[in-house]
């Protein structure tokens, strides 16, 4: 199994552009969970998906930001406009375990 | 009072000794607890899961869970360089929401 997918690894934008982030779960887990990592702050939970619904967005910062699971394999963070403290590394995570991806760093100029 | 609390570090273990990573939560609802290792410019990785009291032991490695007390921790034994890193605990709440704490930085010198 190829792990959890992320895309980008990096992405650097000026502020006010939109930016997707991309994550491919592992085959078979019911849960997706969307994470963002900063020094300041650490590890926090955006929002997290199971069977494909979102159960719980309560993480989620702002308007701005906005989540979909169309389906099983796939599921993006979008964020509209980007601000530069939106500047981080994002994990998306699948299963109950939390199987992380390699994350993407994000940085908003 | 934090959700998940552990100290921030760093902690410093001579190589071969044992190393303690403690993390106390708050919630006594709580079921499930994790912890993660977590290298500088890496994704965290999961190492050990413990659901009942008592102690689970993989490897080097022995996570214990004592709900009374609510806290939870993990043992590292014969600590080799390779261990130096960010160890996350992480708690599933009662309401099925899981929460970090802020990890503790482990330092193992040779």
């Known amino acids: 199994d190829a792990g959890v997918i992320q895309s980008p690894r990096h992405e650097v934008t000026e502020m006010g552009q939109e930016v997707t982030l991309r994550c491919k779960p592992i085959?078979?887990?019911?849960?997706l969970f969307w994470y963002r990592q900063t020094m300041m702050r650490g590890l926090e939970l955006l929002i997290y998906?199971?069977?494909?619904?979102?159960?719980?967005d309560s993480g989620m910062p702002e308007d701005r930001f906005s989540a979909k699971m169309p389906n099983a394999s796939f599921s993006t963070l979008k964020i509209q406009p980007s601000e530069p403290r939106d500047s981080a590394v994002y994990f998306c995570?699948?299963?109950?375990?939390?199987?992380f991806g390699p994350g993407t760093r994000l940085t908003v100029t | 009072q934090k959700e998940v609390e552990q100290n921030s570090g760093p902690l410093s273990v001579p190589e071969g000794a044992i190393a303690s990573l403690n993390c106390t939560y708050s919630?006594?609802?709580?079921?499930?607890f994790f912890w993660y290792r977590q290298y500088s410019g890496k994704s965290p990785e999961l190492i050990m899961f413990i659901y009942s009291n008592g102690d689970k032991e993989d490897g080097r490695f022995t996570a214990q869970l004592n709900k009374a007390s609510q806290y939870v921790s993990l043992l590292i034994r014969d600590s080799q360089p390779s261990d130096s890193a960010t160890y996350l605990c992480?708690?599933?709440?009662?309401?099925?929401?899981?929460?970090f704490g802020s990890g503790t930085r482990l330092s193992i010198r040779p």
């Open positions: 919630d006594r609802g709580s079921q499930s």
């Open positions: 085959s078979g887990h019911n849960s």
């Open positions: 992480a708690v599933y709440s009662s309401a099925s929401k899981i929460i």
């Open positions: 998906f199971n069977n494909n619904v979102p159960i719980d």
């Open positions: 995570a699948s299963g109950n375990e939390q199987y």
